[in-house]
């Protein structure tokens, strides 16, 4: 596609849910990036992935965080038994490859009541 | 861990003031970049800069990256409301697999 698409741009969820956001990157970036923004904040590192695989997943906060890019294309990230702490803009960025400039999508809003 | 530190984190300045941004940090990048971000929407990259000591310009707005490669600054010239956002710098570490590491940004408001 000509950018990088985020779906959904909104979610509401009620704590303890299970949510999935998607992340559709630029057509030919092998490298795909998740990071986590609160208010008026840079961008957290959530993970990294290099094709299919998570090239660096450090920044996963705990195990109710897992990402997923199974063809190396799409990617979707998942969150179980959401807190309110977890409520935040989720962003997703790709590039043709390491250290290759970055574009991010709009972002998915989280909002867990 | 490498880390970025923009300062300052809030600014707020009259139309026409000059304003400086700075990027530091006490790791060595291969490259930074400088993003602009707008309220709901995704960070936008203003420029890449990759040599020691390089400057770009870009309109009002000059980017400088250090010689030694570890901070880089923003400047703008006349600052008008419409350069309101949040300027974020980003930095692309040596070691390959590491992802961008952010700066936590510089809130800028400029008023008519």
């Known amino acids: 596609g000509a950018g990088v698409s985020q779906t959904p741009s909104n979610k509401v969820t009620e704590k303890g849910k299970y949510v999935e956001l998607r992340c559709d990157p630029i057509?030919?970036?092998?490298?795909l990036y998740w990071y986590r923004q609160s208010l008026g904040q840079g961008p957290e590192f959530l993970i990294y992935?290099?094709?299919?695989?998570?090239?660096?997943d450090s920044g996963l906060p705990n195990d109710r965080f897992f990402a997923v890019r199974p063809e190396g294309s799409v990617s979707t990230l998942k969150i179980q038994r959401t807190e309110r702490g977890d409520s935040a803009v989720y962003l997703c960025?790709?590039?043709?490859?390491?250290?290759?400039?970055?574009?991010f999508g709009q972002g998915t809003r989280l909002t867990v009541v | 861990t490498q880390l970025l530190e923009q300062s300052p984190q809030f600014l707020s300045i009259q139309e026409g003031e000059n304003l400086t941004v700075y990027c530091n940090s006490s790791?060595?990048?291969?490259?930074l970049q400088w993003y602009r971000q707008e309220p709901g929407e995704g960070p936008v990259l203003l420029v890449t800069?990759?040599?020691?000591?390089e400057v770009k310009k870009l309109k009002r707005l000059t980017f400088q990256f250090g010689d030694a490669r570890k901070d880089s600054s923003l400047h703008i010239t006349a600052a008008q409301p419409g350069d309101t956002g949040l300027y974020l710098c980003?930095?692309?570490?040596?070691?390959?697999?590491?992802?961008?590491?952010f700066g936590k940004g510089t809130t800028l408001s400029v008023s008519s």
């Open positions: 800069v990759v040599t020691g000591g």
């Open positions: 992935f290099q094709g299919t695989g998570a090239a660096d």
């Open positions: 980003a930095g692309s570490p040596f070691q390959a697999g590491t992802a961008l590491i």
């Open positions: 790791s060595v990048f291969s490259s």
């Open positions: 057509s030919g970036h092998t490298a």
């Open positions: 960025a790709s590039s043709l490859g390491y250290g290759t400039v970055a574009f």
